[in-house]
């Protein structure tokens, strides 16, 4: 996962102005733009113990089975298999990692979960043979490159292998050394104006808050012309700065190292050698050297400690003050005289994952599903990132199979999958998403991902607008470990202090929480496996933790002790979230009609619409027809909810069942029909109309049409509107047609 998720309320939006109008709001319309402001958004309310999509009925069936979830969570067995999967190193393409690939895959058949099979993809997946890093002038210094025992904790002393960061570049150079803090496109050019070039040069960076994403700073370091980037963790990050260090504390000690990939999957997720199709037995391949997504320049994580003699050393100018850092002397940029020596040697192989999956079937439409999914593969032990988030999901399938086995079956089926070298490419994700395209786009009805389940305590959830709804029913009802209370009551607190404490402290909001529906971010970005769900394959999609302080992420101490010490002792927060994600899981699977608010998805798309009119267009693409269909999808989302009601109203009849599988069945297509066949221009797999990752991982609204702007490439950006309301179009049409099958 990336540190700072980019789903998290990146950007909530006002109440767009066609919803106050069905409201009865006046409206003032500025310059002939129509803005949200701020107004009465009652209606978005969940109210009282209602179950979204559910009859009277159906909903104490379904509130008795979530009772039994609820009940038999465990934080023992939470806990017993989280000693297991913490216990040794399991990067990607690991013998151990196989290992707990098979372990998992007997959990999933003793709690009686069916259909438990492997999936090997054999992807591209270089290992190192050789790194160092070396100061050869002013004076000697060689980076240790590794992190220190820490007597408290045994599994320090276990070997983690060579530090490197996936998918860098090999190669033997020598250069002057510059520092470009985050290495940010803006920093190269303040250090361009102050008659610095880094061309040829070694550069040094620091991971940064607010975060990009270490393949970003790769990209423009390439781009730039450097020889080879550095990258290391100042302590004002993750460090002493910011409180106690480990074993005392959540944060990183001076020698802890922040691993990870640098692939550039914001063009193309998955094995670079297989963009856009699944990597099985005989699929074609690419050469690495065609890989749009394969950086070209080295890349080498080290630490603050073996960074501190580098930066001590350079002289030139002194640096801005937003790019000093915590260590104790004054940071300057160079170039030189420090001079550094950089050795990558990768291995260039390709190595096999295993994607596990095993799934309850359905007692009345076995072929339809919901996919709960979580990566398996770590840089090191695995903590947090992701082991949390498999402990969580073992626990979620031992109860879940285990009401199944006593006859209590969900409706529709419930997929089960622990992913592979999630930290490489979000490659197992892809791979499986590639090969079984049709059927998940013909039989899929939402993916919920949890990566690492917990940091700490603060939920953080990012998905598509049309299931904000059903993720503030579930936190309303589940009981948070801490207060004993409602976890949604303990969410809007936790909402109110958010710049406090998150996994890596870089959430930022721009609008006020007006109401509970707001407290889910709905600005999907990237650095997950629900990548290839929402953007290829146009499944709705659910992002989840709890979160925390927490700065040891990918490196060595974010282990079994960090989190039985500091980040959830007692497992508290890790069975929480098998709650949670389980009760998600059986109403998407249960619910007489499927949970989706179509109403408050375009409401938050005539936000985005509004924020690209004001901040981007200034009136240079026509937006027509993009704001025509999005008021006939929010037209036609305030019709389904009356449709709803009326459906499950309606007494049990044979024309009721039928009625409702055919609006059930449009539904569940809504989100596919925001997919551009041919995807967003130059990047062609990610087809999504409304979201894309950034380079940065960030967020984007509206990415087609958001490009060709901000590259003032108008004649681009106007065709991008007309295909943009194609699709808004598209998916108000099979609203109405869910509308329209409705039983009455
Ligand atoms: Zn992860």
Do not use: C
Request: proline share 6%; net charge neutral; hydrophobic share 40%.
């Amino acid at each position: 996962m990336i540190r700072a998720t980019a789903v998290r309320r990146a950007a909530l939006f006002a109440v767009p102005a066609a919803a106050l109008v069905m409201l009865g709001v006046a409206v003032p319309t500025v310059s002939g733009t129509t803005r949200g402001v701020v107004g009465s958004s009652a209606s978005y309310q969940t109210a009282g113990d209602s179950l979204r999509g559910f009859s009277t009925a159906s909903a104490d069936r379904e509130r008795a089975l979530e009772a039994l979830l609820a009940q038999r969570v465990n934080r023992d067995s939470t806990g017993a298999a989280f000693r297991v999967l913490t216990a040794e190193p399991h990067p990607a393409g690991s013998a151990r990692n196989k290992v707990l690939a098979d372990w998992v895959a007997e959990k999933y058949r003793a709690a009686g979960l069916e259909d438990v099979k492997l999936h090997r993809y054999d992807v591209y997946l270089p290992w190192p043979r050789e790194v160092s890093v070396t100061m050869t002038a002013p004076t000697r210094y060689v980076a240790t490159m590794k992190e220190d025992v820490v007597a408290a904790d045994p599994d320090t002393k276990q070997d983690p292998g060579i530090t490197y960061l996936g998918m860098t570049a090999s190669g033997d150079v020598t250069g002057e050394l510059v520092y470009a803090s985050s290495g940010n496109p803006g920093d190269y050019d303040w250090l361009e104006a102050h008659g610095v070039s880094v061309k040829d040069k070694i550069v040094l960076v620091r991971y940064s808050v607010p975060y990009s994403y270490r393949g970003y700073k790769a990209l423009v370091a390439q781009q730039r012309g450097a020889k080879a980037l550095l990258i290391y963790s100042d302590p004002q990050e993750d460090g002493y700065r910011k409180g106690l260090t480990f074993p005392d504390g959540p944060y990183g000690p001076l020698s802890h190292i922040q691993r990870g990939s640098i692939t550039y999957d914001f063009i193309v997720p998955g094995d670079p050698l297989t963009p856009g199709w699944a990597s099985v037995d005989g699929a074609k391949r690419i050469p690495i050297a065609e890989a749009r997504s394969a950086p070209t320049i080295m890349m080498a994580p080290i630490s603050a400690r073996d960074a501190a003699p580098l930066l001590e050393a350079l002289t030139g100018p002194v640096a801005p003050a937003s790019w000093q850092g915590a260590l104790p002397f004054t940071y300057r940029v160079g170039a030189g005289p420090a001079t550094v020596h950089v050795k990558i040697d990768m291995d260039g192989a390709t190595r096999p994952i295993w994607v596990v999956e095993g799934r309850i079937k359905g007692s009345e439409e076995p072929d339809k599903y919901v996919v709960l999914g979580n990566h398996r593969d770590a840089w090191v032990f695995g903590g947090v990132d992701p082991s949390s988030g498999s402990a969580t999901q073992l626990e979620m399938a031992r109860v879940l199979g285990g009401l199944a086995k006593e006859g209590r079956r969900p409706r529709r089926s419930i997929v089960f999958a622990s992913w592979d070298a999630e930290e490489w490419h979000l490659t197992g994700s892809t791979e499986w998403g590639e090969q079984f395209a049709d059927d998940l786009r013909k039989n899929g009805i939402a993916y919920i991902n949890v990566d690492g389940s917990t940091s700490g305590s603060n939920l953080q959830v990012g998905t598509v607008a049309s299931l904000n709804h059903l993720v503030v029913e579930t936190a309303r009802d589940v009981t948070d470990p801490a207060s004993g209370g409602s976890l949604l009551a303990a969410w809007g607190k936790s909402l109110a202090g958010e710049q406090a404490a998150t996994i890596g402290g870089g959430a930022s909001r721009t609008n006020a929480v007006r109401n509970t529906l707001d407290y889910p971010g709905n600005a999907l970005g990237s650095g997950s496996d629900y990548t290839v769900f929402l953007n290829f394959l146009g499944l709705p999609v659910i992002e989840m933790s709890f979160g925390g302080p927490y700065g040891v992420y990918h490196s060595i101490y974010d282990d079994y002790y960090w989190m039985t010490h500091v980040g959830d002792p007692g497992f508290r927060y890790m069975a929480t979230m098998a709650d949670v994600w389980g009760r998600m899981a059986l109403r998407l699977a249960n619910a007489d009609v499927y949970p989706f608010d179509f109403q408050l998805y375009a409401s938050r798309v005539g936000g985005f619409i509004d924020a690209f009119a004001r901040q981007t267009s200034n009136g240079r693409v026509a937006l027509t027809a993009v704001r025509a269909a999005q008021r006939r999808w929010l037209t036609a989302g305030a019709r389904l909810e009356a449709a709803q009601h009326a459906a499950l109203a309606a007494s049990p009849s044979a024309a009721r069942t039928a009625a409702l599988a055919a609006m059930n069945e449009a539904l569940r297509q809504v989100e596919q029909q925001l997919l551009f066949v041919d995807g967003i221009p130059g990047r062609p797999w990610f087809k999504h109309a409304l979201y894309a990752p950034k380079s940065t991982y960030a967020a984007m609204t509206l990415p087609g049409m958001r490009e060709a702007a901000d590259d003032k490439h108008w004649p681009l950006a106007n065709a991008q509107a007309l295909a943009l309301a194609g699709r808004l179009d598209a998916a108000a049409a099979m609203v109405e047609r869910a509308v329209a099958a409705a039983p009455r």
